[in-house]
Structures are given as C-alpha cells and as structure tokens.
C-alpha cells in the first residue's frame, strides 16, 4: 500500500516512518522560535501574504563586522536568523570568502515603494516576475537576505558559487531556483538565500527536490489538517 504525501519523492510504506521522523524533527526546529510570532516555515508568496503592519517582534540590528560586511547600516534580521548568518560567514571565512549583506529585513512600506520604482521602470507584468508586491515578500518575515551584486552575475563570484555549494550545510535555502519560476512565482535569483535550519534543508533536499516552496508549502498544509 503506497501513502502519498505532496512530495516530489513518493511516500510508501517502505520509507514513511523515515519521512515522519524527518518532518518531525523540522517540527521540532520550529519550536524554538518564539511563538508569539510567525512561524519560521511561514509561507508567504504571490497567494499568501501578511498584514501591512507586521513586523517581526525582535528584530536586531546586521552591522559589518569581522564576519561579514553590509552594504548598509539599516538592515536587520530576526535574532537566530542573524545567529545562523554569523555561523555561515564563518564558515565562509575559513574557506577564504567574506561574504556581504545587501538586503534583509523590509518593512511593507519599503516594499511597496521598491515594487513601484519597478513597475515604473520596467512595467507590472516584467517587475511581477522579479519583485515581491508589498505584503508578499520574504524579507517582511526577517528571515532572508539578498547577498552580494543581487544580479544574476553574482551565481558565477565566488561568493555565489560558495553559497550554492554550502549555504545550506548551515540552513540556508535558495528560494527562488533556476526554471521553478512556474512554482515559486518568481524567476531565477542566485542571491536570494532564506533561513529555515539545518533539518529543514535536509528535509528539503530529500523529500522535495531541493525546491523550498514544495516544502513550505507542504509544512503549511500539514499544519493545518
């Protein structure tokens, strides 16, 4: 008898327990952040947004340091995610890599003037495909930052290549991959890295692809049956 789960990799009977244990132990992640805010799994995308008033509650500063560098002195990152950061850039640094910070958190008032800046230059069918509308972006959620260039130019710098070889040894996930913009709502962007945990991108990378929106999107259904 095959169980079927919304995975790219079918569930049977063969290998369910080992599926449960895995999403139990991304459950289990999920516990240590604060619940009196949103879920580190919180799926916000072109269908599923937040309020214009949401605001991460503990926010903390991202200021350069000896780990990474910032492009500039506004930024900021819910508290573990910025931990998480520090513990990629270190391990970046051992490789020889610093990385640099160019976006994290944005308020919806950011985002609703950058996606209008867009679509005064490019139009609003183009500025969709690579802009968030305000109150369906990830970096509202405090738990993502664009690294480097932010352009597609950055996949082929050693920042980039480092980071799509490891980021997610340190719980780091490329949201938006190359040829899922037909599922993430997005094209391509080597930059856009979100943090989920270490278990979770294991999880990602056995049971869905490696594709982030498969997953979240399932951790959303699952919660709610």
């Not at 605001?55 to 573990?80: A, E, F, I, M, Q």
């Not at 995610?81 to 890599?97: P, Q, S, T, Y």
């Not at 980071?163 to 993430?184: I, N, Q």
């Amino acid at each position: 008898m095959s169980v079927r789960f919304n995975t790219v990799v079918s569930i049977t009977d063969e290998n369910r327990d080992a599926f449960l244990a895995d999403l139990h132990a991304v459950l289990e992640v999920e516990k240590s952040f604060r619940a009196d805010d949103l879920s580190l799994y919180y799926l916000i995308d072109k269908k599923h947004f937040v309020s214009a008033d949401y605001v991460p509650k503990d926010l903390v500063k991202v200021r350069g340091n000896d780990l990474y560098n910032v492009s500039r002195n506004d930024l900021s990152l819910r508290p573990d995610v910025e931990k998480a950061l520090r513990e990629m850039a270190r391990g970046a640094l051992d490789d020889g890599i610093k990385l640099m910070v160019s976006s994290t958190y944005r308020s919806y008032d950011y985002q609703t003037k950058l996606f209008a800046r867009y679509v005064a230059q490019d139009g609003e069918e183009l500025a969709e495909r690579y802009s968030a509308r305000p109150g369906t972006s990830q970096h509202q959620l405090g738990v993502a930052i664009d690294f480097g260039s932010i352009t597609d130019d950055f996949a082929e710098t050693k920042q980039g290549r480092w980071l799509y070889e490891h980021s997610e040894e340190y719980g780091w996930s490329l949201s938006f991959p190359r040829d899922y913009e037909d599922v993430t709502g997005f094209m391509w962007e080597c930059w856009h890295f979100r943090y989920i945990g270490k278990e979770a991108c294991s999880f990602q990378k056995k049971w869905f692809g490696d594709v982030q929106q498969f997953m979240i999107e399932f951790l959303d259904s699952w919660k709610k049956n």
